[in-house]
């Protein structure tokens, strides 16, 4: 869910950031210094805006019992091609892959297996929707 969600998140940056160009809450990175880690830079409303929209999906999730696995039929049909086939194949033409290579044959099986890793992935979660719907 982390990484679908960042989309939203750089939605909610750049929307507050343009709404409240002067807000030290909004656009101001302070330093926070952990003993025996490097100081790390923070920016209030990252954090309170991510706090609030993880709690909401927690609680949407606790709320409606058919959620979860929703979300996993969701993921299912949306990792394949977001996370691997357009990456992949982005990088074949920006690289200027050639077809046939060792390169190329071997993001092409990995690409394959990811595939059949979402495929069952997606037959496990209409499994889940349709044993929650039934029990």
């Known amino acids: 869910m982390q990484v679908y969600s960042q989309p939203i998140?750089?939605?909610?940056?750049?929307?507050?950031a343009e709404r409240y160009p002067g807000s030290g809450f909004v656009n101001d990175f302070h330093t926070v210094k952990v003993p025996l880690l490097p100081p790390y830079r923070?920016?209030?409303l990252r954090v309170c805006f991510r706090t609030a929209y993880v709690a909401s999906t927690t609680a949407v999730a606790l709320f409606f019992p058919y959620f979860n696995e929703i979300l996993a039929l969701l993921g299912a049909l949306n990792f394949w091609p977001l996370a691997i086939y357009f990456p992949v194949e982005m990088y074949f033409i920006q690289r200027k892959v050639p077809r046939w290579s060792t390169r190329w044959l071997v993001l092409q099986?990995?690409?394959?297996?990811c595939l059949l890793v979402s495929a069952f992935a997606l037959v496990g979660s209409i499994?889940?929707?349709?044993?929650?719907?039934?029990?």
């Open 9 to 16: 998140y750089q939605f909610a940056d750049r929307y507050f």
């Open 42 to 44: 923070v920016n209030l």
């Open 109 to 113: 099986g990995f690409s394959t297996v």
């Open 127 to 135: 499994q889940g929707v349709i044993s929650q719907k039934l029990g």
